[in-house]
T-cell receptor
């Protein structure tokens, strides 16, 4: 088995602030994902990385940057936090499979912007 | 544009009843549908999945029924237990490496 660790668990920021969320996995998976989860809206894909040194935009990439520092870690940066923004950011990983790989999720980082 | 739709948004059943969660999609090229279960404070976890070549997939108390012609699926949870209280997401792969998720159904099972 393996585990996905997300830090921090809770993140409080100020409007306009640049904020970084980190994700580590020990599954030795090639592919990693960042999702945003808003109440009542399901999971929306922000960025994903098929393999180390790869970066792909999802449907919600505007306002975010990502970095795949090494195979086991994937970071997400909120470039300018929006006032009153509240969401959960979920990191996931999977084997490199073109269509049906199970995604394993971390517990999430809960963002609040004051 | 929602590619995967779920209903109802929330559902309450009594312990022992069968909970029925619905999912529909628009893109006829979707051929694989995983269902994820998420407990409060945790990330989603794969519960059960079905390929479009099947019309039914069963795993214990959890069964997916798939109607390809109508582009609809349903997840049936028989003998519902309070421990099944969670949010359930239907998903589909619109392309390589990624999934699109529905908005989820929040299930509450009352003892």
């Amino acid at each position: 088995g393996g585990i996905i660790t997300q830090t921090p668990k809770f993140l409080i920021g100020q409007e306009g602030q640049k904020l970084t969320l980190k994700c580590q996995q020990n599954f030795n998976h090639d592919t990693m994902y960042w999702y945003r989860q808003d109440s009542g809206k399901g999971l929306r894909l922000i960025y994903y990385s098929i393999t180390e040194n790869d970066l792909q935009k999802g449907d919600l990439s505007e306002g975010y940057d990502a970095s795949r520092e090494k195979k086991s870690s994937f970071s997400l940066t909120v470039t300018s936090a929006q006032k009153n923004e509240m969401a959960v950011f979920l990191c996931a990983s999977s084997i490199q499979d073109r269509g049906r790989a199970e995604q394993f999720f971390g517990p999430g980082t809960r963002l609040t912007v004051l | 544009q929602q590619q995967v739709r779920q209903s109802p948004q929330s559902l309450t059943v009594w312990e022992g009843e069968t909970a029925i969660l619905n999912c529909s999609y628009e893109d006829s090229t979707f051929n694989y549908f995983p269902w994820y279960q998420q407990f409060p404070g945790e990330g989603p976890a794969l519960l059960i999945s079905i390929s479009s070549v099947s019309d039914k997939k069963e795993d214990g108390r959890f069964t997916i029924f798939f109607n390809k012609r109508e582009k609809k699926l349903s997840l049936h949870i028989t003998d519902s237990q309070p421990g099944d209280s969670a949010t359930y997401f239907c998903a589909a792969p619109p392309g390589n490496y990624k999934y699109v998720f529905g908005a989820g159904t929040r299930l509450k099972v009352i003892a």
